[in-house]
């Protein structure tokens, strides 16, 4: 007799090995003519884990359609990391749509019923590509029918242009960061000097000690409520840890 537990982990199973993976090896093949919905994702990420269930749930829904691609990319995979760059991952999860060549980005809910009635909307209509032109308007397939006569040497004379046009700009865009980051540090530094000063010249720690014995109620504990109600729900990161 088949015992509960070994239906339970041959249903784990099955729902693992069913997950729709993608990578350079398949991704081509997959996506080609296909309007997609790819989650890339980190295995670490909390966020990602947190979807994970109805994600899964929503590949296992759109299994096998005619038009629609819904599928993850494991951005930690190293054979990944080109497909990831192109989709404009900037934290986990990213979750993209359209025609992979010029993904759009989702900022809908990551919850099953949000996903799955924005991919019944949007993600089941066919979109314009190179591998399928019925959606596309004339103007679309002109410009397809242009930049499929460049030679290979224009083609990627164009791809460099765009490449090195975005480097300069994510260097640029860092620049900016660290400038504001050492402004942050010197106005934090201000700040936390102006309140030392009023705290020194006032006597503050004896009048706070003297507050506390008569049980009067110090005005500082209710700045301290104010800044825990202040949480950060959609933290979404690169860098390896739980979110």
């Known amino acids: 007799m088949i015992s509960a ?12 090995s069913d997950a729709i993976e993608l990578n350079p ?23 990602c884990k947190a979807m994970a269930e109805d994600w899964s749930r929503l590949e296992a829904d759109f299994d096998g359609h005619a038009v629609a691609l819904v599928a993850s990319v494991d951005c930690t995979n190293p054979e990944n990391q080109a497909t990831c760059q192109s989709a404009g991952v900037q934290g986990y999860p990213t979750v993209v749509w359209g025609d992979f060549s010029a993904p759009e980005s989702y900022e809908g809910g990551r919850d099953y019923a949000s996903l799955k009635a924005f ?14 032109q019925d959606p ?18 224009e083609l990627l004379a164009i791809a460099k242009k765009v490449s090195e046009t975005e480097k300069a700009a994510e260097k640029e865009f860092d620049a900016i ?16 000097a102006k309140i030392k000063a009023v705290k020194d ?20 504990n209710d700045m ?7 949480i950060d729900d959609d933290d979404d990161d690169l860098t390896e840890g739980e979110l």
Not at 136 to 153: M, R
Not at 224 to 230: G, Q, T
């Open 224 to 230: 301290d409520d104010d800044d825990d109600d202040v």
């Open 136 to 153: 596309c308007t004339d103007e679309q397939k002109a410009t397809i029918e242009t930049v499929g006569k460049l030679s290979d040497d």
């Open 5 to 16: 537990l070994s239906l339970f982990l041959a249903s784990s199973s099955l729902s693992s």
């Open 201 to 220: 010249d006032n006597n503050f720690g004896i009048v706070s000690a003297i507050m506390k014995k008569r049980d009067i109620n110090n005005p500082f």
């Open 119 to 132: 991919a019944d909307e949007h993600v089941t209509k066919p979109v314009c590509s190179i591998y399928n």
């Open 177 to 192: 960061l660290e400038n504001l980051q050492k402004t942050f540090e010197d106005e934090s530094q201000k700040s936390e």
């Open 25 to 47: 090896s398949n991704f081509d093949a997959m996506t080609a003519g296909k309007t997609v919905f790819l989650k890339m994702y980190a295995p670490w990420c909390g966020h």
